[in-house]
């Protein structure tokens, strides 16, 4: 249905239904409570998309006007600020997560820290996503930076999908995840480590992405009274809203619990693949797929010198794993499934 002239202030109301999920019960269990968490500083994607799934055709830039004139416009992002320690002599891992084609669920996770202001301390969170979903697996918040922050989220994300062998675990470089203790949880659940390139967030761009959605949609557009206050809040933002209901453009416009639900009912998927080249071919520009199924949009594979396989941990990879990163053409790619 067209919205024509005339109607703006009856299509504003639509736009705040739409943020808060009234009318609306989805297959997915999100139902009009659960929706009710939806912040109001919804972007405008997220709203047009809405719009459209209750059969609404309306110009992006009338949406956009109505919501500026009710001051209802997404919060600008603020400063960032590094949580990251990655100066340390603990091993670094070979970055695997650049290198796979993802074709199902519990193939890749992705992790990342970052910093919540209160009114009087810094508080920390750390999240685990599916990189093929979306979703978020496990999440924990702490007033330190310490590893039994990023070990206890990774404890819930294992509690709750009890990953089979050989899921590779994708982090920053910093020191928490580089730990003896946090890299022994991996190693006991047959899970594989997996580094980003330093200062290059292309590598994890789904988990910064939901951080960037979490502080504009649900931190800036609200006050905290103080710690368990968020933690109730944050609970309520990832479970309730942001895996029931938030739509993602990179799953189709669908929530990533409608996303994996609708993967249960279909053929299983194969492993997921991992490319290996050989240094003849570190200094070629290749192009990868402009959008990865894992979501994050890949810059060129151009390899660096810091690309290179020495100075990097292997102890983790499997033996089939280790002689797939050597094929014997010159010029050949090797493609092992993990």
Not at 192 to 213: G, L, V
Not at 229 to 235: A, P, V
Not at 281 to 287: A, C, I, K, V
Request: glycine content about 6%.
């Amino acid at each position: 249905m067209s919205v024509g002239p005339g109607k703006s202030r009856w299509l504003l109301s639509l736009l705040a239904r739409a943020a808060a999920g009234a009318g609306r019960d989805g297959s997915t269990g999100c139902n009009s409570a659960d929706r009710a968490a939806a912040p109001a500083a919804l972007r405008l994607s997220a709203r047009d998309a809405e719009l459209r799934r209750q059969g609404l055709l309306v110009n992006h830039k009338r949406v956009a006007r109505l919501l500026r004139e009710d001051n209802l416009l997404a919060v600008q992002p603020r400063a960032f600020v590094v949580t990251t320690d990655s100066k340390h002599q603990l091993e670094v891992y070979l970055n695997l997560a650049r290198r796979m084609k993802l074709t199902g669920i519990n193939q890749l996770w992705v992790a990342d820290i970052t910093y919540i202001r209160l009114r009087t301390e810094f508080v920390y969170l750390a999240v685990i996503l599916d990189a093929f979903s979306r979703k978020v697996v496990g999440w924990e918040l702490d007033r330190t930076l310490a590893t039994r922050l990023a070990k206890a989220a990774l404890e819930k994300a294992i509690a709750l999908r009890q990953p089979p062998p050989g899921v590779v675990h994708h982090s920053d470089r910093g020191v928490q995840y580089a730990s003896d203790e946090y890299v022994q949880t991996l190693q006991a659940h047959q899970m594989i480590p997996s580094m980003s390139r330093p200062a290059n967030p292309y590598d994890n761009a789904s988990c910064e992405s939901f951080m960037k959605t979490l502080k504009r949609e649900e931190i800036y557009a609200n006050t905290y009274v103080d710690l368990e206050h968020l933690r109730t809040n944050i609970e309520a933002f990832i479970e309730q809203y942001y895996n029931r209901c938030r739509l993602h453009s990179a799953l189709g416009y669908q929530a990533p619990d409608e996303f994996e639900q609708q993967l249960e009912s279909t053929v299983a998927s194969a492993g997921a693949t991992m490319s290996f080249f050989r240094h003849g071919e570190d200094y070629r520009n290749y192009q990868a797929p402009s959008l990865m199924r894992s979501g994050s949009e890949a810059a060129p594979l151009t390899h660096s010198f810091d690309e290179s396989p020495a100075g990097y941990s292997l102890a983790s990879c499997s033996s089939a794993a280790l002689a797939s990163a050597s094929p014997a053409g010159e010029d050949s790619e090797t493609t092992a499934v993990v």
